[in-house]
């Protein structure tokens, strides 16, 4: 049990929480959103036939397979994450505690722990055949994802990287329940995209609070990051910049939805979302860092719930 609770730890299982519940809530906005080309006629009612909309089935192995991706997709890059960066975290004394520099785990087994996640999340994607649109996309996808523990090498766009990566759930929940037809008709990715677009945003403007606290670090090593370059004060402001397009996207999302089944609930979600936006930036200041952690996780972890929660009981209302 303690060896599990180590890996568990290499991977901050715990902070799954960021990004699973928007699978969940794209998973369900997917099965209540009408097909676009599976409109057909009804039986006659008085004479007259009605058209009827179709639904994506859902499938226990979907399900299975959401969930399998999300951990393995996951757990692949953020064992990846720790691994290629265990010299930095090293010489940083806020990271030097981490797993594999403080000898809790040794580097070529979290390699291969890495190989082990990303073949299982490649093998995971099997279970939504027919459908292969998953299983054409994991490697990119996979690659992308890793991707992010180098962009901090050579751009400052290191935290919209990260922002993007986690948004990449709702669209690929999206594709793998609804098929093919995404390709035959791409303004059926409406939905998910804002989605999307809203996820990147709040996850680019979070980790550049995070990243705060490293700022001087960076500098010194030379790594790319927005509060290295731009200093904290100018950080904090790009952050809040981000927040603000996050919430836009969101109200968006909101007002052109009601197909896919959102509706009030899920405003109040918005609303709700917005002033846990404006309390997280109100625990941090360029002279007290003190509280990062909060605003990070606790608080984060209240919105990625609060808008999956508002939006599956919208779907079912």
Not at 10 to 30: D, K, N, V, W, Y
Not at 103 to 124: D, E, W
Not at 280 to 308: E, G, K
């Amino acid at each position: 049990m303690a060896r599990l609770n180590d890996w568990l730890g290499l991977i901050r299982f715990s902070h799954t929480i960021f990004a699973l519940p928007f699978a969940i809530l794209a998973a369900f906005l997917a099965w209540t959103t009408p097909l676009p080309t599976a409109i057909q006629s009804s039986p006659a009612v008085d004479g007259e036939a009605t058209a009827a909309a179709i639904y994506p089935q859902v499938r226990l192995q979907d399900i299975a397979g959401i969930l399998l991706c999300m951990v393995l997709a996951r757990s692949a890059a953020m064992a990846f994450n720790r691994w290629v960066d265990r010299r930095i975290d090293a010489a940083n004394p806020r990271t030097a505690n981490r797993h594999i520099p403080a000898g809790v785990l040794s580097a070529p087994k979290v390699l291969v722990f890495t190989i082990a996640c990303g073949v299982g999340f490649v093998a995971a994607t099997l279970l939504f055949l027919p459908n292969r649109l998953p299983l054409f996309a994991s490697v990119p996808v996979l690659l992308f994802l890793c991707g992010y523990s180098l962009a901090k090498r050579f751009t400052q766009s290191a935290h919209l990287w990260l922002g993007v990566a986690l948004s990449l759930s709702p669209l690929c929940v999206w594709a793998a329940i609804r098929g093919e037809v995404v390709l035959q008709n791409i303004g059926d990715f409406w939905v998910p995209a804002w989605l999307a677009v809203a996820v990147a945003l709040w996850v680019a403007g979070f980790d550049i609070i995070y990243a705060c606290q490293d700022a001087k670090f960076d500098e010194a090593e030379g790594l790319h990051s927005v509060p290295s370059k731009q200093g904290i004060s100018g950080a904090l402001r790009v952050a809040a910049l981000a927040h603000v397009a996050m919430i836009m996207a969101l109200v968006v999302l909101a007002w052109t939805g009601g197909s896919s089944g959102l509706g009030a609930l899920f405003a109040v979600g918005v609303g709700l979302t917005a002033a846990l936006v404006v309390y997280q930036h109100r625990l941090v200041s360029p002279n007290d860092l003190s509280r990062v952690n909060l605003a990070f996780f606790h608080t984060n972890a209240i919105v990625s719930v609060i808008l999956m929660t508002a939006g599956v009981i919208d779907c079912f209302v």
